[in-house]
């Protein structure tokens, strides 16, 4: 009896000693890179070691040039020039790393019989019920009146305290029980726990006193200065290996900070291209790429323009347009990975499966491709061959039954200039829960496959 073997990613995936640093690495990226600021950071320095210049301090940019631009500190794109002038178009992995989360409300703090909470505004597409019972982090920033910065990150050290967001036991969810998925915990029923030991004296709310106690001594901050501060509650906690023979990745904020890294290491690996390579990590695409650190605001544009005007000393609108026009994106983005548990939303036919390799999606949107960048197939062509002939392993895959499924990515964002753009990721499971998994085989074809794209000599 024969059957065909199904090709898996695994299959001669004889890993190098470079691949196998870039786990271990990876797994640092997702521990320590738990909000967009972070990652941002994480990569930033990186960059820095490799040589990669502020684009500030550019006077030219010939091939191997390297160069990299902060956007708000929440954002970011490096580059590297390519033999071509840039006039001529580039080629680009564009990810984001923002993720789903708690963001703390600006005026959170509250206190109800005799416990403290922080008000939290969820940030992107969560299952709320999710978010209850279990170790919490807390990360972000404080601006105070004058400007001074101040740094928050509690509940990632193995001596900090972690906080929680309390659910209700099951002897008391009758009525919890019978309720939709969907409101079983309402969105501002999502307070976190952050205290219960009231001050000593007398008065009222003696221990929301006593946490602005606290966060006066250690942070300098006053509650009033909760109106400039952007604090994310996150999964405490590190990225693990999973299972018996540590294939998968479980780890927060993996959608989309793993297509993020393999785009950091394919970009790593590159010195003099033939086309400028651009890799560019993006900020609020969880909640539909707007903000001045979105995909929808023109740092790209703007980037490539003064990139252009390092090349030609002068601007020159036109030439943007047309480098813009005739740029080749992969928009980097997870898929839904195919879980056997969930299998009537899938169409087995057209999805990702876990350890089949590196994704790619002609059209992602939903009911009817509604809001999708639908890729050419003339540069789906072109994109297949690059893969074929450096061994990726790669599949093809939409998000869901058609009736069930689809979401947006940055891809129609890159599209509007004219480039050709197609979503390329991996699958993920249990995708924006509070941990999710990825395979490692997927993982270091995505790495394989984004540096073909980006080192492609034609
Ligand atoms: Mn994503
Ligand atoms: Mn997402």
Redesign the pocket.
């Known amino acids: 009896m024969s059957s065909k073997k199904v090709k898996l990613a695994w299959d001669d995936l004889q890993m190098s000693e470079r691949e196998q640093q870039a786990l271990a690495e990876y797994l640092t990226f997702l521990s320590e890179g738990k909000t967009e600021r972070k990652a941002w950071q994480l990569l930033e320095s990186w960059a820095e070691n490799r040589g990669f210049l502020p684009l500030d301090d550019l006077r030219s940019f010939e091939q191997g040039q390297k160069v990299r631009l902060s956007v708000r500190a929440k954002a970011g794109i490096l580059a590297i020039a390519g033999r071509r002038p840039l006039k001529d178009g580039f080629r680009l992995v564009a990810a ?1 790393i923002d ?2 989360r708690l963001d703390i409300k600006q005026n959170p703090l509250y206190e109800e019989e005799g416990m403290a909470f922080f008000k939290t505004h969820y940030y ?2 969560i299952k709320k019920y999710q978010w209850t019972a279990l170790p919490l982090a807390l990360h972000g920033v404080v601006f105070l009146k004058e400007g001074h910065k101040v740094e928050i990150s509690v509940g990632e050290n193995e001596e900090d305290p972690i906080f929680t967001i309390n659910d209700l036991l099951p002897h008391l969810a009758k009525e919890q029980y019978d309720k939709k998925l969907r409101e079983a915990i309402p969105g501002e029923g999502l307070n976190l726990l952050i205290g219960h030991n009231p001050v000593n004296e007398d008065g009222e709310e003696r221990v929301k006193h006593a946490i602005l106690n606290i966060l006066k001594t250690k942070y300098s901050i006053d509650e009033d200065d909760f109106v400039s501060a952007e604090l994310e509650v996150v999964p405490a906690g590190k990225a693990r290996y999973a299972g018996f023979d540590r294939s998968f990745i479980v780890g927060y904020g993996q ?2 900070r793993v297509c993020s890294f393999a785009a950091w290491r394919a970009i790593e690996k590159i010195e003099k291209p033939e086309w400028t390579t651009i890799v560019l990590f993006a900020d609020k ?2 909640i539909g790429s707007d903000s001045n650190t979105g995909m929808k605001a023109r740092y790209l544009e703007n980037f490539v323009a003064e990139l252009l005007a390092l090349q030609n000393g002068t601007y020159d609108g036109l030439m943007v347009r047309r480098s813009m026009a005739r740029a080749k994106a992969l928009s980097a ?2 898929a839904a990975g195919y879980d056997p548990n969930f299998a009537e939303v899938m169409d087995k036919r057209n999805s990702a499966f876990m350890g089949r390799g590196i994704v790619i999606s002609k059209y992602t949107g939903s009911r009817g491709k509604a809001e999708s960048n639908d890729a050419n197939p003339e540069f789906v062509a072109e994109v297949r061959r690059i893969f074929d002939e450096a061994k990726i392993t790669w599949q093809t895959a939409e998000l869901g039954k058609v009736d069930q499924g689809g ?1 947006g ?1 940055i891809a129609q964002y890159m599209a509007v200039y004219g480039m050709e753009v197609l979503d390329c990721g991996v699958g993920i499971l249990s ?2 829960a509070p941990w999710e998994t990825s395979s490692v085989a997927d993982l270091i074809m995505m790495m394989r496959g984004y540096h073909a794209f980006l080192a492609y000599n034609a």
């Open positions: 984001h993720a789903p992107g597409g959608d989309d695409e969880e983005d997870v979401g990515t995708m924006h």
